[in-house]
């Protein structure tokens, strides 16, 4: 609250459309980002429950922040926590959980997001079994644009069927082929977040940076914005209780 108090400016933030970089990584100091991630990567240990009180003080405040920072530790992160393999989080989990680098959660496409099963990018299997080639679009991103890796699904063949099945990939903006379209998609309200339109030409992207089961990207998905979920409403919950005094008052 003593942050929020001193640094966190919503007009600002509404008006620039954009969350402070100062803010950010105020947040990082604070734990804030980093909070359900183990202590022993430099998490705080929270349970579902402490995270949401966060993130409802936070919604009360500014949604924008709290849509970044759900973006980043519910969805973006989370997926890592879940589902990675040690070699993946000890990689990039503790920058993440620090607010050195941040992370984001790439599934919604022209024609899949609340359908999560209808996702169109296709990742073709390199004849050497190296890297995988993924090709499509993605597009209301939260911090699409600004995130260091991004966990992208996409279709990937089905050994020995005809049919193709979605796998989680962790994706960083130097691949070649990454190009963010629209940095910053216009919109009414979180003006702040960074929400891009994303495009994969032609992009290899390593083998090992398969996140979870080959084909299992489904699962990854809806697991993940299961957490999101909770979250997202912990932040809609803060607003609704900061409103109601206005309301009152005036």
């Known amino acids: ?142 911090n699409g644009s600004i995130a260091d890796v991004l966990t992208v699904m996409a279709r990937t063949p089905v050994p020995g069927r005809s049919e193709t099945a979605i796998t989680a990939f962790l994706v960083t903006p130097d691949m070649p082929g990454f190009r963010v379209v629209e940095p910053r998609m216009e919109k009414l309200g979180i003006r702040g977040t960074a929400t891009a339109r994303l495009a994969f030409e032609q992009m290899p992207v390593p083998s090992e940076n398969v996140l979870g089961p080959l084909g299992k990207g489904l699962k990854v998905a809806l697991t993940v914005l299961d957490f999101g979920r909770t979250t997202f409403g912990a932040c809609c919950t803060g607003a609704a209780k900061a409103c109601l005094p206005l309301a009152v008052e005036h």
């Open 1 to 142: 609250r003593a942050f929020c108090d001193e640094h966190l400016d919503p007009v600002r933030i509404d008006r620039e459309a954009d969350i402070p970089r100062e803010v950010i990584d105020g947040l990082g100091r604070l734990g804030v980002l980093g909070m359900t991630a183990p202590r022993e990567l430099g998490g705080r240990g929270f349970s579902q429950m402490a995270y949401g009180r966060i993130l409802e003080e936070i919604g009360s405040r500014c949604s924008s922040t709290a849509i970044f920072v759900n973006a980043h530790h519910s969805i973006g992160m989370r997926a890592w926590l879940l589902f990675g393999i040690e070699a993946q989080t000890r990689r990039w989990l503790p920058d993440f959980v620090a607010g050195r680098k941040l992370a984001a959660f790439a599934l919604t496409e022209p024609e899949a997001g609340s359908d999560a099963a209808n996702v169109q990018t296709q990742a073709v299997p390199a004849a050497d079994g190296s890297h995988y080639v993924l090709t499509g679009q993605k597009r209301y991103i939260t």
